[in-house]
């Protein structure tokens, strides 16, 4: 209700949003689906002079095929992620992932870059894409460079964007034969924040786990990529796996007005485990 | 009539009430029509903000206006000095033998001291909404801290810092009956157990909001969203004028739950209006309203429990411990509900009870359905929950075994003078459970509980209630209905409709109700305190049974038929031999100088008032009973809790709009689940962490399940046709169900809400299970 | 093309039917737009997070929480809102029938943007069960009615579209 007055710029190419934000310099920010950007003006945490619309740019919409891959503009929006025939076929876990963002307003509205490009710790998009592996397209209008996803995503709320740089879009590995994948979260209501969540991928062979992408999302400052477990769980079976994971280490969660640190560390190894098992059951369907 | 006389009434011999009709009210509202308060706009209309305080607990050393007042836009930038009278007082009462008579007061806008994190300081008008940020911003502000009393134990410690110079200690109150120590001494069993309620916010989706304008009389309106149309008096003093000079309407209302009980927007909106002379709009955000509005009291309690073998309970010894905030409101009669309802709906021969409410530097707690009777709910349906597993008796039998009858006293002494159906309420909900249901997978474990509640209807006997309302016949035979009554959503003034239509025959869509509006409409209090069936319902009984019999008289007269033959018909005046038009006997009234209006006026039942002692009073109308009763299912890794199913069943005597009475009970039942899976605002140290919507979290669609909502009508409540309040009531016994339920799930009782997570964990640690 | 950019720009926008041209700051929400420049004031504030759809609209047959979407982002679309809602002969639609039939309206505050919420939910034709409604509805919040007759209401419109 009481947004302070800033400047809007409404732009038709990515190259115009760059120049845009290069003019405003600094105290710019794009709006998108703007799911997460008002509410937090909205709630007076942060004033910005001008605002860059990027929503009615078609360049950066839409799923593609590319190889072994899938390419999605950075503009498709979750309720597009999760209906995608692509993407329900090729990366299930992606349409899972979408499907447990925020109401069905929020995933009509919001776009994948926009939840990319905010950076959320305990967003389950960044949480996807983490576990995916996936490259991360960056442009400012004349120039582009590819990002991994767990290098772009880099602290709360902040990413390796330049000031005049913006998301154009993603590539994301196809499930590949021999692999399943699991999507657990939890939060205090439906559509909350995540207090956890763990995205999954495994690939079984003779009932064994013999390559697996282990990742969560609530327990750091940003999502947070497991190697140990996934070299933990190398050779394991389905019933080996609550006794491969211990305690789960290197994790950083936030103590909020939703759960504790140490409520967060409980179930980051549950949910691990649980996503863990839906992934082997999966794999060996 | 004595208000102690039921009004019975048969349910096959009425034609409307009893009825589940659609309200008229809601044809606007699905139309999406309605103006609430803040959807008025007038040309040329301020809009205001308030500064509020970014600490809670410090010195004033500085507030200088200076450069917001220069800001573009900005009208006037008010501080404390520019306040009339810059006071909200509020009288204590019950307190006068221990503490002298205790006046508890608060600025409207803070001068020298703030005590509680978002207090107001400043009041800024602007002539548009977009300048108001920046100048509040402009506003320069500068505290020397002062210590935080986070804690009402640690408030009442010796060496406390005063949250006010009159002491920490708010009010107390104790309440003693038999040989408390000579019954636990002789107890087969003995049973304690300590409860914790967290503070609650009303989160109805309405936030506060209203307009303000001076008419062409010279009178100050304000339409707001508010449960009190008579705090017109309130403003009247802080402005320094007559109450005659400021009017207070309130349109429907976007919730209010005891939220818009106490003043929000209205004095704020005075200021400006007086101060300007222009309309003004405030619309308070949803942070403000989370961040400053009274909540619900957090309550510290301690129960023992004695019992003999067969269960039935021979002693309670009970502590409670409430956090006032940091100003007074309406706290110490939270705290009288609180204790007067300690024991619950059960016979307790041997009590004692000791409370106690203390300031803190915490948000101000005050109203809120439930009203202190609901907090209790959890101490002593715990203790129940628990005496029937040590003694292995079924938790309904022991219930029933020890419920109020008519006739039985409470401890406090008041006599229960309406039938008691307790027991049916426990059958009725476990006929319609069916079996436990199983889990859903292998880290599952399923329980089941049920939790029976009394809550007052009416409020306090010695406040001296009373409640106007006027009916008029139109000359065509329609009738119009005025009454102040605020309309909350709860079918307030459909009700009102409902009674007249029945008494006086005349359709429902030819019946308008005026409502909410302090000048034109007869008082009718408050709508608070499950009171306004009972004082508006009777009130406009009277006025519609003395109409009735006005038109009735005059016809007899005229006509020469005997009185008794005649009654009122939606077709007319029903004779022994024909059907005389309504209108023709609005003439014959008329003609014989026979008014076709009348003002009813319904006083409560009076009583002394109380001092801190509480012995042989009688302190409310009356109660209502019911008993819920829940299964939930709890995931023993996560701590997660489904409710799988959940049934409410309680007497409400005569349901007036089965439908109304329905959507009391779910709502209730649902907002009292909130309080004990989800809500709670965090404070920490003095400072209030739920900032929105994203972090006070309600309950959605998915978090609860149907609730099957049980009427019972015993026909024996003391508003018309024997109808019982029911808003209220059902918000207690979701406390305990849930936390009985998860006990019988995982084998430990959760006792501190909200019961996140977290603490079902806590219990599934403690518990038996694997 | 040239970037639009301006503080106080000219948005239109055709609101229940009707075109509605006003100027107004780029900073504007849907919300303040809809309410302060056009009137409509159907659509509410409740929290304006986007959390509790008291303001829901459709934009362009999409659900949207008007209070987190710019209204210059709305310029040239088609907004709909539970004021919109009645037939042609200004009678309430089935949905809305089914809301006062059902007891669906309390306070009523939330009414509206449950309405536009249930709009877009029989929009795709699809029967859903009662617990699918009470999953669309989750991101609209009610303080009054427990949610039960909302999720009555909406079945019997699902029933009485698809006889």
């Known amino acids: 209700m009481f947004v302070k007055p800033f400047r809007y710029e409404r732009a038709d190419s990515l190259a115009d949003a760059a120049a845009a934000l290069r003019g405003a310099g600094g105290s710019a920010k794009v709006i998108a689906g703007g799911q997460s950007l008002l509410p937090m003006m909205n709630l007076g945490l942060l004033d910005l002079e001008v605002v860059v619309d990027v929503s009615r740019i078609t360049e950066a919409r839409g799923v593609s095929e590319d190889d072994g891959y899938l390419r999605i503009g950075a503009l498709t929006r979750h309720r597009e992620l999760q209906s995608d025939p692509l993407v329900i076929t090729h990366q299930p876990l992606l349409a899972a992932a979408a499907s447990n963002v925020g109401s069905s307003r929020i995933r009509a509205r919001g776009t994948l870059g926009g939840s990319l490009a905010h950076s959320d710790p305990s967003a389950e998009l960044p949480l996807a894409m983490t576990a995916l592996g996936a490259e991360y397209q960056l442009t400012n209008g004349s120039s582009s460079r590819t990002v991994m996803a767990d290098e772009f995503h880099s602290s709360y709320f902040t990413t390796v964007l330049a000031e005049d740089e913006l998301l154009a879009s993603v590539r994301v590995p196809k499930l590949g034969p021999g692999w399943g994948w699991g999507f657990r979260e939890v939060s205090r209501r439906p559509g909350d924040f995540a207090l956890v969540a763990a995205a999954t991928l495994v690939r079984v062979a003779g009932g064994e786990i013999v390559e697996s992408r282990v990742a969560l999302a609530g327990v750091s400052e940003r999502p947070l990529r497991l190697g140990a477990v996934e070299s933990s769980i190398t050779g394991a079976k389905l019933d080996d796996l609550e006794n491969r994971i211990g305690a789960i280490e290197g994790l950083d969660p936030v103590t909020d007005t939703s759960a504790t640190s140490e409520h967060r560390h409980h179930l980051a190894r549950v949910l691990t485990l649980r996503a863990l098992a839906d992934a082997y059951t999966k794999a060996v369907a | 009539m004595s208000l102690d006389e039921i009004r019975r009434s048969k349910a096959d011999e009425l034609r409307i009430v009893n009825k589940p009709l659609a309200r008229h009210d809601a044809a606007e509202k699905i139309a999406g029509s309605t103006r609430y308060a803040g959807d008025l706009a007038f040309e040329g209309m301020l809009h205001a903000r308030l500064v509020r305080a970014q600490v809670p607990s410090a010195r004033l050393t500085r507030r200088d206006v200076t450069s917001a007042r220069e800001l573009p836009g900005v009208v006037a930038v008010l501080l404390g000095e520019d306040v009339p009278n810059n006071e909200i007082s509020v009288d204590v009462p019950g307190q006068t033998i221990a503490v002298g008579a205790l006046k508890a007061r608060m600025q409207v806008l803070a001068t020298d001291r703030i005590r509680f994190h978002g207090e107001p300081i400043a009041l800024v008008i602007a002539d548009h909404e977009d300048a108001l940020a920046a100048a509040c911003e402009a506003v320069e502000i500068e505290y020397e801290d002062l210590p935080v009393v986070s804690e009402p134990e640690q408030a009442l410690e010796e060496d406390a810092f005063a949250v006010h110079d009159s002491g920490n200690l708010l009010a107390e109150w104790n309440i003693d009956l038999g040989d408390v120590d000579a019954a636990f001494a002789g107890a087969d069993v003995v049973i304690e157990g300590e409860y914790r309620t967290q503070f609650v916010d009303h989160a109805y989706l309405e936030p506060e909001a209203g307009v303000s304008w001076i008419d062409d009389d010279g009178v ?75 909540k619900r009291h957090r309550n510290h309690m301690r129960y023992r429990t004695a019992a003999s073998s067969d269960g039935t309970i021979l002693a309670q010894d009970i502590q409670i411990l409430s956090d006032a905030g940091a100003y007074a409101y309406l706290s110490a009669l939270v705290l009288l509900y609180s204790s007067v309802h300690a024991c619950g709906p059960y016979r307790v021969e041997n009590v004692r009870i000791r409370s106690k409410t203390a300031y803190t530097n915490n948000p101000p707690t005050s109203a809120f359905r439930g009203f202190g009777g609901m907090q209790v709910v959890l101490g002593y349906e715990s203790q129940m929950d628990e005496l029937a597993k040590k003694l292995n008796i079924d938790p309904g039998e022991i219930r029933k075994r020890n419920s109020l009858h008519r006739g039985d006293k409470l401890p406090v002494g008041q006599e229960i003078i309406t039938e008691v159906q307790l027991a049916e309420t426990i059958d009725a909900v476990r006929e319609r459970a069916g079996d436990k249901p199983q889990p859903s997978h292998s880290r599952a474990a399923v329980g089941r509980a049920i939790a029976s509640n009394m809550q007052s209807y009416g409020r306090l006997v010695w406040l001296n209630d009373s409640a106007a309302a006027w009916i008029g016949f139109q000359m065509d035979g329609s009738l119009t209905v005025r009454c102040a009554v605020p309309d909350i959503g709860g079918g307030q003034a459909s009700s009102l409709a409902q009674i007249s239509s029945e008494v006086l025959g005349v359709d429902m869509d030819r019946i308008s109700v005026h409502f909410g509006d302090s000048a034109l409409n007869p008082l009718a209090g408050t709508t608070t305190a499950t009171r306004q069936l009972l004082m508006s319902g009777n009130a406009t009984y009277e006025a519609a049974t003395m109409l009735r019999d006005q038109v009735l008289d005059a016809v007899a007269t005229e006509t020469g038929q005997p009185r008794e033959a005649l009654t009122l018909t939606p077709d007319g005046i029903a004779t022994q031999d024909e059907t005389m038009p309504l209108q023709k006997a609005l003439q014959i009234c008329r003609r014989r100088n026979v008014a076709v209006e009348a003002l009813g006026t319904f006083f409560g039942p009076k009583g002394k008032e109380v001092t801190k002692d ?49 959507g009391q009970i779910a709502g209730a039942a649902v907002q009292g689940l909130g309080q004990a899976l989800l809500e709670e605002i965090v404070m920490q140290d003095g400072v209030n962490l739920t900032g929105g919507f994203f972090q006070y979290l309600i309950p959605t669609a998915m978090d609860v399940p149907d609730i099957e909502a049980v009427i019972l009508e015993s026909g024996e409540g003391l508003g018309p046709f024997g109808a019982r309040g029911i808003g209220e009531p059902p918000i207690g016994p979701p406390l305990a169900v849930i936390s009985s339920a998860i006990a019988d799930a995982v084998g430990a009782r959760p006792t501190t809400l909200p019961i996140t997570p977290e603490r079902v964990l806590q219990c599934v640690q403690e518990g038996s299970l694997p | 093309m040239k970037p639009v950019t301006s503080t106080d720009l000219a948005v239109t926008m055709t609101v229940n039917g009707r075109s509605v041209t006003r100027v107004a700051g780029g900073h504007m929400t849907l919300l303040r737009w809809l309410r302060d420049e056009a009137g409509v004031v159907d659509p509410k504030y409740g929290c304006g997070e986007g959390v509790c759809g008291a303001c829901t609209v459709l934009v362009d047959d999409e659900p949207a929480s008007a209070c987190i979407v710019l209204a210059a982002q709305c310029d040239g679309t088609q907004i709909r809102t539970a004021a919109g809602l009645a037939d042609e002969d200004g009678q309430p639609n089935a949905l809305q029938r089914a809301f006062h039939e059902r007891h669906g309206a309390q306070c009523g505050f939330c009414t509206p943007g449950m309405l536009m919420c249930a709009t877009a939910m029989l929009a795709d034709g699809r029967a859903r069960s009662r617990d699918e409604i009470r999953e669309e509805l989750h991101g609209n919040l009610c303080r009054c009615t427990g949610y039960q007759p909302i ?12 006889p």
Do not use: C
């Not at chain 2, 004095?267 to 003004?280: E, I, K």
């Not at chain 2, 955000?285 to 009274?294: C, K």
């Not at chain 2, 299912?633 to 349901?655: F, N, P, S």
């Open chain 2, 614 to 662: 509480l012995q042989g009073e009688r302190l409310f109308p009356d109660f209502t009973f019911g008993t819920h009763l829940a299964d939930v299912e709890v995931d023993l890794d996560t701590g997660q809790v489904k409710i799988l199913k959940y049934i409410a069943a309680h007497d409400v005597g005569r349901a007036i709009n089965p439908l109304s009475v329905e």
């Open chain 2, 220 to 294: 100050l309106n304000l339409r707001v969203a508010t449960q009190v149309v008579e705090h017109y008096r309130d403003v009247a003093k802080i402005l320094g004028v007559p109450d005659s000079k400021v009017r207070v309407i309130a349109p429907y209302v976007g919730g209010g739950f005891g939220g818009k009980e106490d003043m929000t927007v209205e004095p704020y909106l005075a200021l400006a209006t007086s101060h300007t002379r222009r309309p003004v709009r405030m619309q308070w955000t949803r942070n403000e309203s989370l961040l400053a509005r009274a």
């Open chain 3, 151 to 162: 999720v009555d209401a909406i079945e019997d419109a699902q029933g009485a579209r698809t």
